[in-house]
T-cell receptor, first 114, second 110 residues
C-alpha cells in the first residue's frame, strides 16, 4: 500500500528566507511523487513531479524537490520565499502505476511574513 | 482546450436530497477521479474510472455513485445527502503522469 505523510501542518517563514516543506512516503514499488499547490479558494496546480528520472526535480516558481529513496523522503524547497508563495501544499504519491489514483498527504499551510 | 470542467461551482442541499455533480474533460484522458477535500485531511479519493464503462471505489465511496458512459464525462451522484458530505469536491483526469484538476464544487448539506 502507498501512503504519504507531511511532517508539518503549518510552516511560517519570512519573505526572502528559504522554504522547506517535508514529506515522507511509503510505497511497495517505485513511486511517482508530486507536489501540488492550492491557493485560497482555488483549484490545485502541479508544482513538480518525480517519475524515476533525475532525483532532483525542478518545478515552477523556483521550487524544487529531491527524491531520497534511502530516507523515503521527497522534501520541497525554495531558496527565497515570496509573498505569493503563501498557500497550501500537498505531497502526493501515485496509488498505482496504471490507474491514475493519487494518495494525498494532509497538506502543509505555508505562511510568508513580510 | 477547456481542460476539466465541473458544475455547479456551489450547491446547498437539505439532508436527504439527491443531486449529481457534473465533470467533463476534453483531453481524451482514460483516467478520471473524484476527490473530496476536508480541512486537515488533504484530498481523499471517492471513486475513479480507468475508462468508459469501468469504475471502482476509492477510499471514501459510501453515499456516492458514479458511472462512466463516455470518455468525456464522469458524474458523481449523491443518493441521499448528509451533513457529513459537506465538502469541496474535485474531479480530475489523467493519461500517464500528471492529473489535471477541475476548479471544484463547494457543497453544503444542511
Amino acid at each position: 500500500a502507498q501512503s504519504v505523510t507531511q511532517l508539518d501542518s503549518h510552516v511560517s517563514v519570512s519573505e526572502g528566507t528559504p522554504v522547506l516543506l517535508r514529506c515522507n512516503y511509503s510505497s511497495s514499488y517505485s513511486p511517482s511523487l508530486f507536489w501540488y499547490v492550492q491557493h485560497p479558494n482555488k483549484g490545485l496546480q502541479l508544482l513538480l513531479k518525480y517519475t524515476s528520472a533525475a532525483t532532483l526535480v525542478k518545478g515552477i516558481n523556483g521550487f524544487e524537490a529531491e527524491f531520497k529513496k534511502s530516507e523515503t523522503s521527497f522534501h520541497l524547497t525554495k531558496p527565497s520565499a515570496h509573498m505569493s508563495d503563501a498557500a497550501e501544499y500537498f505531497c502526493v504519491v501515485s496509488g498505482s502505476s496504471n490507474t491514475g489514483k493519487l494518495i494525498f498527504g494532509q497538506g502543509t499551510t505555508l505562511q510568508v511574513k513580510p | 482546450n477547456a481542460g476539466v470542467t465541473q458544475t455547479p461551482k456551489f450547491q446547498v442541499l437539505k439532508t436527504g436530497q439527491s443531486m449529481t455533480l457534473q465533470c467533463a474533460q476534453d483531453m481524451n484522458h482514460e483516467y478520471m477521479s473524484w476527490y473530496r477535500q476536508d480541512p486537515g485531511m488533504g484530498l481523499r479519493l471517492i471513486h475513479y474510472s480507468v475508462g468508459a464503462g469501468i469504475t471502482d471505489q476509492g477510499e471514501v465511496p459510501n453515499g456516492y455513485n458514479v458511472s462512466r458512459s463516455t470518455t468525456e464525462d464522469f458524474p458523481l451522484r449523491l443518493l441521499s445527502a448528509a451533513p457529513s458530505q459537506t465538502s469541496v469536491y474535485f474531479c480530475a483526469s489523467s493519461s500517464i503522469g500528471e492529473q489535471f484538476f477541475g476548479p471544484g464544487t463547494r457543497l453544503t448539506v444542511l
